[in-house]
């Protein structure tokens, strides 16, 4: 049998309430089995709790305080665990923050701007500045490093969740930094496809009517949990869990799929605007 992992609750607050959780149910003698018993989550999602991976739903930090008569301490250090995972975050993009690093497949449409997942922090930085300009210098740095930290996501040692990303062409076309910034922005993205991390097609300008025209959609897919939908504008957000709504947005992304450029025409296209801000130029 393997040596067990001590949880080094030191690392962060989600690792010191899980560590602590950990403490607590070996105390009382309880496996992760006995522990989920009568809830409705399994033992693999109680031990990501336990190590720091994953939030602790309020239904199953009561289901534990009543199991473990911690007197209501799971419960009540819940909401300080979701603030600390979602630090440099808006609070209603922190379900969706967790769910991506458990997702099968992501499908993301982009009509107005590059995927936070996509971001340089360059990039990142000229969009929190543009829909944050009173925003202190700190809270500007904490954004953006929560933003690129994202992009983790796509390291060669993470389980890499299948991940297809359409954007607008426009979003080539509009100069959101310096050239040599915007080449190495879409650069960043073409490697990506290089490395063979992600998929991207690009909806030609000239497509005229499509599906998803009213704003972004994100679509996550588990293997263990009901698919999401994430919806998004300047300074709000919504995760739909409804499952005929989710169906009509995955329905209306395979049909945006089928209308965009297909990847390898896509992958030229960024790679050729990509060069062209390199030359400082505006690509055409």
């Known amino acids: 049998m393997p040596a067990r992992k001590d949880v080094d609750g030191s690392a962060s607050v989600p690792a010191f309430y899980g560590a602590e959780l950990r ?20 033992e693999t999602y109680l031990s990501e709790i336990e190590h720091g991976k994953r939030r602790m739903p309020v239904e ?17 250090r819940c909401a300080d665990v979701r603030k600390a995972r979602r630090a440099g975050h808006a609070d209603y993009f922190g379900r969706i923050l967790e769910a991506e690093q458990h997702a099968d497949t992501i499908d993301e449409w982009a009509p107005t701007v590059l995927p936070g997942l996509l971001q340089t922090a360059p990039y990142a930085r000229a969009t929190v500045l543009a829909a944050h300009p009173g925003a202190t210098e700190e809270e500007v740095d904490e954004k953006v490093t929560a ?17 297809w990303a359409i954007l607008h062409e426009s979003l080539l076309r509009q100069p959101m930094l310096p050239a040599e910034g915007m080449g190495e922005q879409l650069a960043s993205i073409a490697a990506l496809v290089g490395r063979r991390r992600i998929v991207v097609q690009i909806i030609p300008w000239k497509s005229g009517p499509h599906p998803l025209m009213y704003g972004p959609a994100l679509m996550l897919t588990f293997p263990d949990a009901p698919p999401l939908v994430y919806t998004e504008s300047s300074y709000s957000g919504a995760t739909i869990d409804d499952p005929g709504l989710v169906k009509k947005y995955h329905k209306a992304y395979d049909r945006l799929r089928a209308a965009a450029m297909p990847p390898e025409a896509s992958l030229a296209l960024i790679q050729a605007a990509a060069e062209d801000y390199r030359n400082g130029n505006q690509p055409d």
């Not at 149910?25 to 409705?40: D, F, P, Q």
């Not at 933003?147 to 991940?163: G, I, M, N, Q």
């Open 60 to 76: 199953l930090a009561c289901h534990v305080d009543r199991l473990l008569k911690t007197d209501g301490y799971f419960e009540r």
């Open 147 to 163: 933003r690129v930290a994202r992009a983790r996501l796509f390291e060669d040692d993470h389980k890499t969740p299948e991940y």
């Open 23 to 42: 403490w607590k149910r070996e105390a009382a003698g309880l496996t992760l089995r006995e522990t989920v018993e009568g809830s409705y989550f399994g």
